[in-house]
């Protein structure tokens, strides 16, 4: 579409609510080169479509690079000052079109945070709360990744606490100072506890 000051910009149908694209191409049609003149309401929700559809498209760059989460996605949009109501068009699109997806997103993350760092379920519970995943997709992943087959993570929570142990020992703790560090990671007491004895 292009407005009367020369400005070009596009729209995706999906988001009008009141325009309709067959009255509009009809109305662009018998206007001729000069176009079709919309009334003020008509001309808002062009412009509502035009941010949702400015807001899907950075949504999807972000998208092209890695797996994110809706919360953050959102923030970012935000930032880059697209409004609210844009926002959650384009990413309520992007999750129904299966191209944002918490779920995938926490089982990702879980990955390779654990790839680096050995944490524990609470702790990693509370890093994805923290992201905005929800408490059920935040649990599936987690009991997905330490259910220890190869399809989650191949790793029980026991085996994390084992090597978060061998970590802590490598980082010079011992005694109460490693007990800490295992509880900090996110590690029951009971089974940081059974790791230090070696059960």
Known sequence: ???SDGAVFFVRKCYLNVVS???L???????????????EEESEDVVSAAFAFGAET???EYLARCEQCRFKL????LQKKFPQDAVDAALDRLESKGLLDDSRFASAWIRSHCATKYQGRSRLLSELLSRGISREV????????FSGDEDG??????????????KGIR??????????YLLDCGFPYGMARRAMRGE
């Open 1 to 3: 579409m292009t407005s």
């Open 21 to 23: 694209v067959d009255s």
């Open 25 to 39: 191409v009809n109305r662009v049609d018998s206007a001729g080169f000069g176009g079709a003149v919309l009334s």
């Open 58 to 60: 950075k949504a999807a």
């Open 74 to 77: 959102a923030q970012k949009l």
């Open 138 to 145: 935040a649990v599936s992943a987690l009991d997905s990744f």
């Open 153 to 166: 993570g191949g790793v029980s929570e026991e085996e994390m606490c084992a090597k978060a142990l061998g």
């Open 171 to 180: 980082l010079g703790k011992s005694g109460d100072k490693l007990l800490k």
